[in-house]
């Protein structure tokens, strides 16, 4: 019980560091540079981070055990967190983060299904009560009764997102329990790895416009923000 708190713990730090990056991020987007380049810089530069811990912490992070882990984990780098980090920052460009993050955060629902129904393991009642209640919050909130009002790009950016995130949980959970598991830190190196290899093979970083990263960024009369630091909380916490 006591690990259920702690987890309970980790994820509510995680969605509140998430949130506020998502008003970071789209301060760093208002400012001209492009969803993919943001997203570049956001995964190539946590690789780097991570990277030197584990090369102080643990080196034997950096082993492959399998081809079928090697696939697995770059499905997980490109599919799950390259995809998701890509549509989630055109979503939040294109939409309010609020609105952005709900649609988004359909994952779990299509997570549960999945368990459900491909897995054929048991999913508590309570689960799935507390999907509908997130379902019908996002129902009230995108008021779909009206009709869309919102920039049809960034909704599908968005759901987009949702089925991308549903793929990073769900590999994730399966890389995590081999039979020879591997932590999470480690499994989030190679995730944000295979993410930095996809973007430096379609954007080279030479030609990356360092010049959006330059002078501050105002979100409002009392709070104004280099853009430098705003793109380390992203890496760092985002």
């Known amino acids: 019980m006591k690990k259920a708190y702690i987890g309970y713990m980790l994820y509510v730090s995680a969605a509140s560091m998430w949130a506020v990056n998502g008003t970071i ?3 760093l987007l208002d400012t001209g540079i492009s969803s993919m380049r943001l997203s570049q810089l956001r995964v190539s530069a946590a690789f780097v981070v991570i990277a030197l811990v584990l090369l102080l912490l643990n080196r034997s992070a950096f082993r492959i055990r399998s081809k079928s882990e090697l696939l697995l984990m770059a499905m997980y780098g490109i599919l799950g967190v390259t995809m998701t980090q890509w549509l989630y920052f055109v979503a939040i460009h294109l939409l309010p983060v609020g609105v952005a993050l709900i649609l988004e955060l359909t994952a779990p629902l299509m997570v549960a299904i999945w368990v459900k129904f491909a897995w054929n393991h048991h999913v508590p009642r309570l689960t ?3 999907l509908a209640i997130a379902l019908t919050g996002l129902t009230l909130i995108t ?26 949980y769900v590999v994730g959970e399966k890389v995590l329990h081999q039979p020879e598991p591997r932590d999470p ?3 989030t190196m190679w995730g944000f790895a295979f993410a930095t290899l996809f973007w ?4 080279p970083w030479w030609s990356f416009p360092w010049e959006y990263l330059q002078g501050e960024y105002v979100f409002n009369e009392s709070l104004t923000l280099s853009r430098v630091s705003m793109a380390l909380f992203m890496i760092m916490f985002g």
């Open 25 to 27: 991020s789209k301060g």
């Open 128 to 130: 799935w009560l507390g």
């Open 143 to 168: 008021e779909v009764w009206t009709g869309f009002s919102l920039n049809i790009i960034g909704v599908m950016a968005a759901l987009g997102a949702a089925v991308a995130l549903a793929i990073y």
């Open 185 to 187: 830190l480690s499994l």
């Open 200 to 203: 430096a093979i379609f954007q």
